[in-house]
């Protein structure tokens, strides 16, 4: 079993910056993608951002590269998630997510092929 739990989320002025993070605990055992997702009120919640665990190689959404950056603290199990630049339309709940799987394998974009995610955390962006 694996427990994420976002925190950091909070209210930040348009262009302002803010750091959330996803503490991580509990065994896994084999390869892990932590990803970010979001989700804003009447809207799907969609994919931020990428890391392997394993390798620290990223991949981010369209939407948010050049302003967000994913990284992780394996000795403090710990993701992040810098986020820069922020925009109005950055408003919603952000929620850290992990892929466990046996062996190499390729990330995913996909919300449904997550298996463990945390509660999320609120960020809202003020104009």
């Known amino acids: 079993q694996v427990q994420l739990v976002e925190s950091g989320g909070g209210l930040v002025q348009a262009g302002g910056s803010l750091r959330l993070s996803c503490a991580v605990s509990?065994?896994?055992?084999?390869?892990?993608?932590m990803g970010w997702f979001r989700q804003a009120p009447g809207k799907e919640r969609t994919f931020l951002a990428v890391?392997?665990?394993?390798?620290?190689?990223?991949y981010n959404a369209d939407s948010v590269k050049g302003r967000f950056t994913i990284s992780r603290d394996n000795a403090k199990n710990t993701l992040y998630l810098q986020m820069n630049s922020l925009l109005p339309e950055d408003t919603a709940v952000y929620y850290c997510?992990?892929?466990?799987?046996?062996?190499?394998?390729?990330?995913?974009?996909?919300?449904?092929?997550?298996?463990?995610w945390g509660q999320g955390t609120q960020v809202t962006v003020s104009s």
């Open positions: 890391v392997n665990w394993n390798s620290g190689g990223t």
């Open positions: 997510a992990a892929r466990v799987r046996r062996g190499s394998y390729v990330y995913s974009t996909n919300k449904a092929d997550y298996d463990y």
């Open positions: 509990g065994r896994t055992a084999g390869s892990v993608y």
